[in-house]
């Protein structure tokens, strides 16, 4: 069963740093893309930041809303996909999930991880 399980969100002041990590599970790990999503309530879910597999050379792409401030990274040995958020802004306090591009067809989102920045 693909899964899977986001975690490290927590309260940050605005300009402060959070990690992010997401473990998934159920299928290849090294053979996917794998992207970080966020979503506020009511609000269409808004994708953040992709990173290539292996194959594809690992390359990333971000949001221009979160260009230059958080980095999507990989584990391929531990199956778990990272996102490094730097500066953080009160509007990038939402929910934020991991996914696999590839199953996007299928349901198994997780339950994401909280994300306040607040003072």
């Known amino acids: 069963q693909v899964q899977f399980v986001e975690s490290g969100g927590g309260l940050v002041q605005p300009g402060g740093s959070l990690r992010l990590s997401c473990a998934a599970s159920?299928?290849?790990?090294?053979?996917?893309?794998m992207s970080w999503y966020r979503q506020a309530p009511g609000k269409e879910r808004e994708l953040v930041a992709t990173i290539t597999n292996v194959g594809s050379g690992g390359t990333t792409n971000y949001a221009e809303s979160v260009k230059g401030r958080f980095t999507i990274s990989r584990d391929n040995a531990k199956s778990t996909v990272y996102l490094q958020m730097n500066s953080l802004k009160p509007e990038d306090t939402v929910v934020y999930y991991c996914?696999?591009?590839?199953?996007?067809?299928?349901?198994?989102w997780g339950q994401g991880t909280q994300v306040t920045v607040s003072s």
């Open positions: 996914y696999a591009p590839y199953w996007s067809t299928y349901d198994y």
């Open positions: 159920g299928f290849t790990f090294s053979r996917y893309a």
